[in-house]
């Protein structure tokens, strides 16, 4: 009776909602809920059901052993915790460079000077070019025989290097790429938090005799936690799972091979397509940041923050 009072009340918002909940159960839920199927068995392209071959599906379920070799560590099947290693070392230090960049920049943008609508355009210009674009004119850059950054290391007398070969400088280039991408959202979120926090603050401090470093540490650090909890969770969330700067810039490369984008070699590459380790690769990238996310939350409560 109650819950007849509520659809009598509320009709017109479920009817709205409706469509929303309709779409993300067909694009977001059933997929998820598939792909959790898939890692529980050993289906590939050549067992999967194809009706332009007149095939049936002849798949079949193995439990939990695709986990079992994943987890194992065996190089047949991505080396799982070397590239979880890997993985955890781009996203750490790309939403650190993120944030720390970012905040600089949103600090020095936050102050009044001439032109200060120029620079702020200009500055977003990197976020708001499309990815694909941006990746193929840094991969130019990169080169190593017509690349402008191997001509400038020349010019002043230092050794030409192969930024994107089979070398730790590949991981390096690709980080250096992806924080030129990811600093503008971080700028602009970090700016509107630091006009939020109220100017009587900082002549407080200031009229106490804190010097500029204290007032950045006791003010401007407290005054954006709770835009800094939101902004770092999702940078984390995004770079662990950043598949295209990598992919278009470096391609197969073991040097840079992350958690996502060995799921799409073994979707979509090799003699045989393996579906059900992709999956299972898709299941343990979900957990992970499910497990952090839960953490983080938590460590964020603790500290009397809401996210």
Excluded at 60 to 67: H, I, L, R
Excluded at 68 to 84: I, R
Excluded at 227 to 251: A, D, E, H, K, R
Excluded at 284 to 293: D, G, Y
């Amino acid at each position: 009776m109650r819950l007849r009072n509520l659809l009598a009340r509320h009709w017109f918002v479920y009817a709205m909602v409706s469509p929303v909940v309709a779409v993300l159960a067909l694009l977001v839920v059933f997929p998820l809920l598939q792909g959790l199927f898939f890692s529980f068995t050993d289906i590939n392209d050549t067992n999967i059901a194809n009706p332009v071959l007149d095939r049936e599906a002849s798949y079949e379920f193995v439990g939990p052993a695709n986990y079992l070799n994943v987890l194992s560590g065996d190089p047949a099947y991505g080396s799982f915790w070397s590239t979880l290693v890997r993985t955890l070392i781009w996203t750490s230090a790309c939403v650190a460079c993120h944030y720390a960049i970012g905040l600089a920049l949103a600090m020095l943008l936050n102050r009044r000077m001439r032109l200060r609508g120029l620079y702020r355009v200009l500055l977003i210009l990197p976020w708001a070019v499309p990815v694909f674009i941006s990746a193929f004119a840094w991969r130019y850059l990169f080169n190593a025989e017509y690349g402008l950054i191997n001509w400038a290391l020349e010019s002043v007398g230092l050794p030409a290097q192969v930024w994107l070969g089979q070398s730790d400088l590949a991981l390096v280039s690709v980080i250096v790429v992806n924080v030129w991408l990811g600093v503008p959202f971080m700028m602009v979120a970090l700016l509107g938090g630091l006009q939020a926090i109220p100017a009587d603050l900082y002549e407080a401090a200031e009229m106490d005799g804190a010097a500029p470093w204290h007032r950045f540490v006791h003010v401007t650090l407290p005054g954006l936690k709770p835009v800094s909890g939101t902004v770092v969770l999702l940078g984390v969330i995004w770079t662990f799972n950043m598949f295209p700067v990598i992919y278009l810039i470096t391609g197969n490369n073991p040097h840079t091979r992350i958690l996502v984008s060995y799921a799409f070699e073994r979707f979509f590459a090799g003699a045989t397509r393996d579906y059900a380790i992709a999956s299972t690769y898709g299941v343990l990238i979900l957990s992970v940041l499910l497990v952090f996310a839960t953490i983080y939350r938590r460590a964020m409560a603790r500290r009397g923050e809401v996210l």
